[in-house]
């Protein structure tokens, strides 16, 4: 399956291919149109034990690729890996027809782009998402680091010359990492997609067995959403806040139980509970919803707000990038698929932190 | 006087007003048609003893100001600078619609410009220079910091909102520092306007004392030289690199005696009258550039090749962030104004090394 992002710096391809790893090299020539000098394959060191040789053979031997491995996990989103990584591209003596290869999940994609982004004003790369999360962070260019003051707080746009997605690689992710990425996956149907909601209810009722055109498929209709977006708002001047959905209670939750406690999709799917609740009290309509957090739950999420301060999460909240002047800014739902960014008083979501709390 | 870019991402004026320093936040507010929600201004210890006092006067008092003063100099473009000022940006809050002001020389300029290309993904920032160097830097969006394997090996193309050129700030330069930024001012004369070339013969005998109408002309031509090439080629694919006209062998030159032991300028001086010998040698043609070395050397450059290995020097020109498998690529002159890029080879650039030096 095979999707086209008109970016305004260049367009590119996403591929969904099972099996396409192994072709690696011959897709990258493909698509992109470029002859690397080089490659600097980033990944960490998880992804590295179970599929970095068999990237690795694809490329022909007289092509010069590195390897870069940082440690698993969001801590390698550190100013240290990114000086880390910008001096193993200077000494494997990288030019600026180098190409840099994002082999993991949202971590290394966006650590890898950073890099890409910045060394020497900008390489392209191309990311290989290796979980289902990354579905979601592989496209649309947002790349960075974090800082010990916020995630993400330190990045670029840089648009990838390609995503290549295997969704074979998905078959060693652990249950919780199904959870993290799928959050996102329900939320591209509740900002954007009524009928993909209906189609997730009724052909997924498990992460343990999967039929590889359904999860194929799956990929294809999520990022065709976050696809469209990306496309419209290439640099979140408008809707591209949509895609926040669940994001601003998410990202206070995971930041106040310390990040790797909870995963982001987890946090994320307490979050879209939260919304969807405040959509209804706001707008005054009835999502019925119901359904959507049941088949969540069936699938193992747990949608209680965690037993933390309320007011160190509204504090939070007022400090998220999306945020301006300290308002609070809140994405939420009139119907599915219809989505809005409105400023929400402290007060509505104190009364809603309240009563959610804990149950 | 002023100057538009009409860059990609947007358009930007350049002003060049004398006294404009004391109406910063008029022309900004006027300029930009932004109103930022606070601003950073970013300086180092240097100029914020002499300036930093009538800039800020400059801000209605109900405007949020911040500042974060870095060392002066080329060291401050580290690794450690750029994350304390971002630590910094995000200690003051800075949001989206925030602003950050590069009051300085190149190395603030870059610095600050890679801060605010970061912070957040990005946020707009204001160049007001303080060097004659920073009228080429200020304008083109380049902007970065130092690798210890490299200058400028990490950084982003973001385009300033607003240049605003001061001419007064310049009067408490030093000697060294205006031969540093002629250098440019001349190669702008070489590589794209003959007249110019003849107009800065006949109008700059001393950098004693200047006429401040003949100061803002040279900087107003230097940079609508500039701001054309980054127009037509603003990432750098082609014309662009006709910027970098006696940058080869000065940048090798900087680097092989230790950045701060001969200023930019001086070095670049000194690469382009070895450019202009090879250019000679591979093009038959006969420049007429005597002229042009005597005004340098009665200005003060020392035009000498320095007494360093011409081994090392070559190495240095191959690791350029302009070379492409490991070849070296100079900018040469057909002429005057009609430069051309082409691949070297290492023998005509040993030969002429040898007979250059100490000579």
Known sequence: MNLQVNSSVHPYSIIIEPGSRKQLYEYIIEQTKKHPTSF?????????????????????????????????????????????????????????????IALGGGVVGDLAGFVAATYMRGIPFVQVPTTLLAHDSSVGGKVGINHQLGKNMVGAFHQPSLVLYDPELLMTLPEHEWRSGFAEVIKHGFIADKEFLEWLRRNVTSFQHWDMNILSEMIYRSIAVKA???????????????????????????????????????????????????????????????????????????LTIPDVNIHKLLDRMKVDKKSYNQSIRFVLLKEFGNPELIEITEEILLEELSMKKGG
């Open 228 to 302: 469209k977006i990306v496309e419209e708002d290439e640099k979140e001047a408008g809707n591209r806040a949509f895609l926040n959905f669940g994001h601003t209670l998410g990202h206070a939750i995971e930041a106040e139980l310390g990040y790797g406690e909870i995963t982001h999709g987890e946090a994320v799917a307490i979050g879209m509970k939260f919304a969807l609740a405040v959509s209804e009290k706001v707008f005054h309509v009835n999502l019925n919803y119901e359904t959507y957090l049941k088949m969540l739950e069936s699938l193992g999420y747990d």
């Open 40 to 100: 600097l394959v980033i990944t960490d060191d998880c992804v590295a034990d179970l599929y970095l040789e068999e990237v690795l053979n694809s490329f022909p031997n007289h092509i010069r690729v590195e390897t870069s491995i940082v440690p698993h996990g969001e801590k390698a989103k550190s100013f240290q890996q990114y000086e880390n990584l910008l001096t193993a591209a200077l000494q494997f003596k990288l030019d600026r027809g180098a190409m840099i």
